[in-house]
Structure formats: C-alpha cells, structure tokens
C-alpha cells in the first residue's frame, strides 16, 4: 500500500519571463503554481503515493487557482485553508549562456506567512499520515510560520510518524523575519528521519566548517555530525551539482545512512537545460518513492537522482511524472521517442 503523505508550506505563484528574456524584456508573464513542500507533494502523487497538502492560500481567485493545480495531480486539497491575505510570489528570470537565472521574491505578509499556529489541529491533520514532509523554508517566514512548522514537526514524532525535512536554508528569508535559524532548524534536524542536506546546511546548524579537500568526503564528514549530534536522523542526501553554464550542469547524488550504508549516484551531464527550479524538490520525492517502495540504498539514490535530472526538462516548478518515465530517464541512450 502506497504510504500516506502529509506536506506543510506555502503554495507560491511564479510570474516567470517567456523563453529566456530578462524580467518585463516584454510586458508578458508566463504562470505556474510551486512551492517546495508542494512540488514534493506532486511528484510523490504521480509516482503513486497519496499525498494530503496542509497550507494557507488567498482566499481569491489567486488562491483557488493554486489549490486546484494540486487537485488537478492528484493531491488532497481539503486541508488547504483560505484566508484573508494575499498569495505569495516571485518572479523568475530563465538563465542562459553565461548569465544566470535569478529569483525575486515578494512574500512578505503572505496569507501563510501570516496565518496563526494555533489554527492547525496537527493531530487531526496527521492521523493516519506515516510521512510528514517539511522544509527550512516555512520556519523561515516568520514567527507564526515557525511555530506551526516545530508544533507540526513535534506531533509527528510523538505519534511515530516519519519526518522527512529539506534544509533549504535562505539566508536572506531568514534575515528578514529574523528567527533564530540555528535554534529552529536543530529541532527540526532533530526529528527528522531523513534529511536532504549537505556540508553548507549541516554548518549552519551545528556551526564550524567542514573544509575537507573533496566534496563527498565533506559530505561523509557532515553526515557523521549529523547522526551524532540527532539520534533520531537515519538518512543525509543529497545532490553534487557543477554547473558549466546557465544550461548545462553536471548532477550526482549521495544517500548516508546511520548504519553505515554509502551509496553514490555517478554524475550525469545535463545539456539544454529547459528548467532548473524544483529539481532538488523532485530529487527528494524520488528518494522518498525509494524509501517507501522497500529499494536498496543504490537504487533509491538512482532513482532519485534520475527523478531530479528529469526535472531540469520540464518546465514550471513541478515534475508530473510517472514511475515508468523516471526508470526511463535512468536508461543511459534511452532517448528515442516511445511509441
């Protein structure tokens, strides 16, 4: 039976340029739905999983939009409140050549960002649930933000079910709410199951560097703080990117267990980027599936990686793809059209 999945954050609408101009280069904006905690939740829905998003739109038409584009891949809407407020946004500019992407955020005194912690009944919201994924973006926001996001994080563990937390740490979301990103995120490292991160996240919250010469074995240093420093943690992953120019990258993968297990995608190169954004979130549904289908540590890190490559072909934040397309994508020279 596929696993129940509870995400908690903030949908956003993304106000994008066309094709690859600069921002407003014409006066035209191409739209999609994201957010994190809901790319997550998308991906894991069409690779099978039932998934229940729990989050605060506009109550406006902005709002409806972005609750019924999760409907419409299958996600569990009911728990996704309307209130007064606005959506969050930002606004994106596509790299090309040598000039890079760039986000403009404009979220501030979101709806969600604003809505009270003590609106969310999280052990109704988590009964029957066996996942709750989260991320370093929520706590982020604000003080209201990062109450609901410990007190959800909180309820999980005492009722066994498994946390499952992306680091994304944003210095600058962080700066502006000014939270405690230390404090806050070490709880949430603390109860999680599985967490994606590396060397620069596990830094932040635990402090002191990890200066190794090479990159994985700064990650291997990183995981062993991690698992010292949380009991409860079983796995770190998480993705070695390189990135040669706005539209081609290199990408491999890391899956550290407590029990030692080490297993390593090999990199694969990415040309003719069409977009980047939501990768490492289809990256981590992919690790997820691996997970909660019972695969071994190399062919749950496969998967994953091949699941986050995907992404960067498909354009908007999230990746609406099957089980079929990612082992697929994981077939070296698979390329001809499937008929």
């Keep these: 039976m596929s696993a129940r999945v509870v995400c908690f954050g903030e949908l956003l609408l993304r106000l994008g340029a066309p094709g690859q101009q600069l921002l407003l280069q014409?006066?035209?904006?191409?739209?999609?739905?994201g957010g994190a905690e809901a790319n997550v939740g998308v991906a894991l829905s069409c690779l099978g999983h039932a998934v229940?998003?729990?989050?605060?739109?506009?109550?406006?038409?902005?709002?409806?939009?972005?609750?019924?584009?999760?409907?419409?891949?299958?996600?569990?809407?009911?728990?996704v409140r309307r209130s007064a407020g606005r959506m969050g946004l930002y606004f994106m500019?596509?790299?090309?050549?040598?000039?890079?992407?760039?986000?403009?955020?404009d979220r501030a005194e979101s709806a969600f960002a604003?809505?009270?912690?003590?609106?969310?009944?999280?052990p109704a919201l988590l009964q029957g649930a066996q996942w709750l994924h989260l991320s370093g973006i929520s706590p982020a926001l604000g003080t209201q933000a990062a109450q609901a996001t410990l007190a959800a994080a909180r309820t999980a563990c005492e009722q066994g079910i498994k946390v499952s937390?992306?680091?994304?740490?944003?210095?600058?979301?962080?700066e502006r709410s000014g939270g405690d990103a230390r404090a806050i995120l070490r709880e949430l490292f603390a109860c999680a199951h599985i967490v994606f991160a590396d060397h620069r996240d596990m830094a932040v919250v635990?402090?002191?560097?990890?200066?190794?010469?090479?990159?994985?074995?700064?990650v291997d240093a990183a995981a062993a703080a991690a698992f010292a420093a949380f009991p409860q943690l079983q796995y770190m992953a998480?993705?070695?990117?390189?990135?040669?120019?706005?539209?081609?990258?290199?990408?491999?993968?890391?899956?550290?267990?407590?029990?030692g297990t080490r297993a390593v995608a090999p990199t694969r190169e990415l040309a003719g980027i069409v977009d980047r954004i939501g990768a490492g979130d289809a990256f981590a549904a992919g690790v997820l599936h691996g997970l909660m289908e019972g695969f071994d540590s190399n062919a749950t890190i496969g998967f994953?990686?091949?699941?986050?490559?995907?992404?960067?072909?498909?354009?908007?934040?999230?990746?609406?793809?099957?089980?079929?397309?990612?082992?697929?994508?994981m077939e070296a020279g698979a390329f001809d059209v499937r008929r």
């Design 114 to 122: 604003t809505a009270q912690a003590d609106h969310y009944d999280w």
């Design 206 to 218: 635990l402090g002191g560097e990890f200066a190794q010469a090479d990159a994985q074995a700064r």
């Design 52 to 79: 229940a998003m729990v989050s605060v739109v506009a109550d406006n038409p902005l709002g409806a939009a972005a609750s019924g584009e999760l409907r419409r891949h299958g996600v569990d809407t009911r728990h």
């Design 93 to 105: 500019t596509a790299g090309a050549g040598l000039r890079s992407g760039e986000v403009v955020y």
């Design 238 to 259: 998480c993705t070695q990117r390189a990135a040669h120019s706005a539209s081609q990258h290199s990408l491999g993968a890391m899956l550290l267990g407590r029990d």
């Design 165 to 174: 937390f992306d680091g994304n740490f944003r210095p600058r979301l962080w």
């Design 304 to 329: 994953g990686l091949a699941a986050g490559c995907l992404k960067h072909a498909i354009p908007g934040d999230f990746s609406p793809v099957g089980v079929a397309d990612v082992m697929a994508a």
């Design 26 to 33: 014409t006066p035209a904006l191409d739209v999609h739905v």
